[in-house]
């Protein structure tokens, strides 16, 4: 197997900060995001399987521990985790998860899990894994699995005709006949998660998998921690050019930085509403210097910020239909960086967005 070179392990340890002795718990974790594993296909969905090796050797050579992601969740929502706590997820099911991920997670005995479209595996589409892999995978007791909606549309889109309770009947139902479905195929395996496609939400969303007792999982960048959101817990997306070394070790380095209360908690912006120009919200005080807090937006742009007391007041840009993220990040007193990600999803004048 490939290993890093010595400076670049050394370079991984110094940025996770000191290895906490004994059994001394940790209250924070962080969860990698994955697609395909493989050498071709959109840049945005791949990981080549030798630099996903590197990840997985960079975990292991830095004394990471690679927990099945149900046990990370309730223990950052408990504060309890033990240090350099890692979750690996993979959204959509691909059939290179089984060729190219599989074999490198078994022979080092590491947990995953998987985010299933049930609708393209019913239908049987060759780039995906079908069930049978699924319960091959099972089997090995490393992989579970979680729900990615029957459809994987943007479910946050209105169809036609389709008004506010029909919109929430067939969300609903995307939501749990996916989960039922992977839970009639794979009993046990499944557990109460709810992967957002494209990774987009509204508060409505996260209502319904409240009500359902349903973790929600994002794809925004950050850590996890006893305040995060259960309805849009951050995961740092790894993908062909934001896949390298240094893109790794950041993740990994990340610290929660939590909302303790917000102005305007809108996520989703219907059609004719204008985009807010400020996002003002007061973070939950934590072991990170507030003095060096910084935003950006989604092409890393410096976002104005400006103070009132505990609050802070970030100048938006101009939001485009779809997704809109600005990343907060400040130095965290133990080395990395706190993290907070905040998502808005735009609809258009039709009440939909451009598609990838």
Same mark, same amino acid.
């Given at each position: ?6 400076v ?21 974790g ?9 050498? *071709? ?16 050797d960079a ?12 046990e ?18 993979? *959204? *959509? ?6 060729? !190219? ?13 998987v ?25 090995s ?14 479910l ?12 929430r ?19 046990d ?7 957002h496609?494209?990774?987009?939400y ?12 349903l ?15 259960a ?15 240094q893109?790794?070790?950041?993740a990994?380095a $990340?610290r ?24 003002r919200f007061?973070?939950?005080?934590? $072991? ?35 997704r !809109?993220?600005? !990343? ?6 133990d ?8 998502l808005?999803?735009?609809? *258009?004048?039709a ?6």
């Amino acid at each position: 197997m490939a290993r890093l070179p010595a400076v670049l392990l050394c370079l991984a340890l110094l940025a996770a900060g000191p290895v906490a002795a004994g059994t001394a718990a940790a209250s924070h974790g962080v969860i990698l995001l994955y697609h395909r594993i493989a050498d *071709d296909g959109p840049a945005s969905t791949r990981v080549a399987p030798a630099r996903f090796e590197a990840h997985l050797d960079a975990l292991q050579e830095g004394g990471y521990r690679v927990l099945p992601l149900a046990e990370l969740l309730a223990g950052a929502r408990a504060g309890e985790l033990p240090p350099r706590a890692v979750a690996l997820t993979f *959204d *959509d099911a691909y059939r290179s998860i089984l060729d !190219n991920a599989f074999p490198r997670l078994a022979e080092r005995g590491l947990p995953f899990t998987v985010f299933v479209a049930t609708g393209p595996v019913d239908k049987g589409y060759g780039s995906y894994l079908g069930w049978d892999d699924m319960r091959e995978l099972a089997r090995s007791g490393l992989a579970t699995f979680g729900g990615h909606s029957v459809s994987h549309r943007h479910l946050e889109a209105c169809q036609a005709g389709e008004a506010g309770r029909r919109w929430r009947t067939r969300v609903r139902a995307e939501i749990l006949d996916s989960l039922g479905r992977l839970r009639a195929e794979l009993g046990d395996a499944v557990i109460d998660a709810h992967a957002h496609p494209y990774g987009e939400y509204s508060r409505a969303t996260e209502a319904l998998l409240a009500d359902e007792g349903l973790w929600g999982l994002a794809q925004q960048s950050g850590a996890v921690g006893p305040e995060s959101r259960a309805t849009r817990v951050p995961r740092f997306p790894l993908y062909h050019g934001a896949d390298g070394d240094q893109r790794l070790r950041t993740a990994l380095a $990340a610290r929660p930085l939590s909302l303790a209360a917000e102005k305007d908690p809108r996520v989703f912006l219907p059609p004719g509403e204008d985009s807010p120009e400020r996002w003002r919200f007061r973070p939950v005080p934590g $072991a990170w210097r507030e003095g060096g807090l910084a935003c950006y937006g989604a092409d890393g742009t410096a976002l104005a910020l400006s103070r009132d007391g505990a609050w802070v007041d970030v100048a938006l840009p101009a939001f485009r239909p779809g997704r !809109n993220k600005v !990343n907060c990040t400040a130095p965290a007193s133990d080395g990395g960086h706190a993290w907070l990600s905040r998502l808005w999803v735009r609809a *258009d004048a039709a009440g939909a967005w451009l598609r990838e």
